[in-house]
């Protein structure tokens, strides 16, 4: 099952507008990433936070994480068409399994 | 360097038939993954392999599904007696897991292989 979920599934916004996604995960981590994903094909990575991290940023990408709430958010500011893609976290445990565990990702629309 | 590559980009197969998927990780990586992708869902890890350590194979869904890696480098999926639920988009990656890298690595994504089963 997926250990990640991310809200919300779709979102529709206009050029400009800031997009803001998150995910919640049910276990303990080593790190969170965040992925993009264009026309179902292959995924790039766009930003790690690590567990003792709370808040990174990335150009116009700012990542958040608090441990507490098993939560994080993505957010996307001034957006352009081009950032319209899939958007996925992945978290990373710290024993166990070394492969990420994906969420089911959020759809991002950017209307020119 | 060259990225991950995959192949074939798309495969078509009939219900009962075997299936070989193709990845060639980026050079040097130590890590490889296999994950599928099901139509608007997301990523379901299959398979990982790192150095000559024992594979883990926690992932995959049936005994109809193996996968080697050979030398380090190259890895090959298969499929045995293909089932329509197994048509998915199956996505390689590879990263470089040394002992300064984080946990679970940045991995860096192929093209990824489209399987349809008829």
């Known amino acids: 099952s997926q250990q990640g979920e991310e809200d919300p599934q779709a979102l529709s916004i206009q050029e400009g507008e800031n997009a803001t996604m998150n995910c919640s995960y049910k276990?303990?981590?080593?790190?969170l990433q965040w992925y993009r994903q264009n026309s179902g094909r292959g995924l790039v990575h766009l930003i790690l936070?690590?567990?003792?991290?709370r808040e990174k940023h990335s150009g116009r990408l700012r990542v958040t994480l608090d441990t507490s709430k098993k939560s994080s958010s993505l957010l996307i500011t001034a957006s352009r068409a081009a950032d319209t893609a899939s958007y996925f976290c992945?978290?990373?445990?710290?024993?166990?399994?070394?492969?990420?565990?994906f969420g089911s990702g959020t759809r991002l629309q950017v209307q020119p | 360097g060259a990225g991950v590559s995959q192949s074939p980009s798309n495969k078509v197969t009939e219900k009962g038939k075997d299936v070989e998927l193709r990845c060639d990780p980026i050079?040097?990586?130590?890590?490889l993954y296999w994950y599928r992708q099901s139509l608007g869902q997301g990523l379901e890890f299959l398979i990982y392999?790192?150095?000559?350590?024992?594979?883990?194979k926690s992932g995959l869904p049936s005994d109809r599904f193996s996968a080697e890696r050979t030398g380090g480098s190259v890895s090959t999926l298969t499929i045995q007696r293909t089932q329509q639920e197994d048509s998915a988009v199956y996505l390689c990656?590879?990263?470089?897991?040394?002992?300064?890298?984080?946990?679970?690595?940045?991995?860096?994504f192929g093209p990824g292989t489209r399987l349809t089963v008829l």
């Open positions: 992945a978290t990373a445990r710290d024993t166990g399994r070394r492969a990420l565990t």
């Open positions: 392999f790192q150095g000559n350590s024992a594979p883990d």
């Open positions: 990656a590879s990263s470089s897991l040394s002992v300064a890298a984080p946990a679970g690595g940045t991995q860096y």
């Open positions: 936070i690590r567990s003792n991290e």
């Open positions: 050079s040097g990586h130590t890590a």
């Open positions: 276990t303990s981590i080593n790190n």
